[in-house]
Structure formats: structure tokens, C-alpha cells
């Protein structure tokens, strides 16, 4: 299993050992850049909070430590968030 297989369908931020869904939470899929397949817990975000997009931070962006990637929504109640760049 290749690295990228390994990743698709974990939850960004959960510890490794215990990466998986976890029954009643919200989640939005990550798609393009850095953190493509892995998933966001959206559950205690809103609508609003979500609209203009997260940063989340990352090693494995273009800036490395200390950078991040950004990631917004597709559309309104869409839990598909596309990739719009890397930040330092």
C-alpha cells in the first residue's frame, strides 16, 4: 500500500494509530494538494465558519513546517472541500 492509499479516508489531526470516522461526527473530504483523500471533522463548524474556507497546517505542503493548506467547499452544504493553495 502506497502512501496516498494509506492516507485516503483518515481524519486530518487524529492520531495515527486511531485515525479512523468515528460514528456521529460530520465529516468533509479533502480533495487536491497535500492533504487530497484524507477527512475534516466539520461537525461543531458551521455553515458560516466553513464558507470562506479552513487553513490547515501541514509538513507536507509547499512551505513545509510551519506552512498550511487551504481548503474551501465546492458549494453551499457540499462536504467536498477543494484545494486553493499552500500558505507559509
Known sequence: MDELEF??????GADHD???PR?????AELV???LDGLLLDVTDRTEREL???VVLPT???RHGPGG????APRGPGDRR????????
Do not use: K, Q, S
Not at 492516507?7 to 486530518?12: A, K, Q
Not at 498550511?68 to 481548503?71: E, H, K, P, S
Open 23 to 27: 460514528p456521529g461526527r460530520v465529516y
Open 81 to 88: 472541500f477543494d484545494w486553493r493553495g499552500d500558505v507559509p
Open 68 to 71: 498550511g493548506a487551504v481548503y
Open 51 to 53: 464558507r470562506g474556507g
Open 7 to 12: 492516507m485516503r479516508g483518515r481524519v486530518y
Open 59 to 61: 509538513e507536507i505542503g
Open 32 to 34: 487536491g494538494g497535500p
Open 18 to 20: 486511531d485515525a479512523a
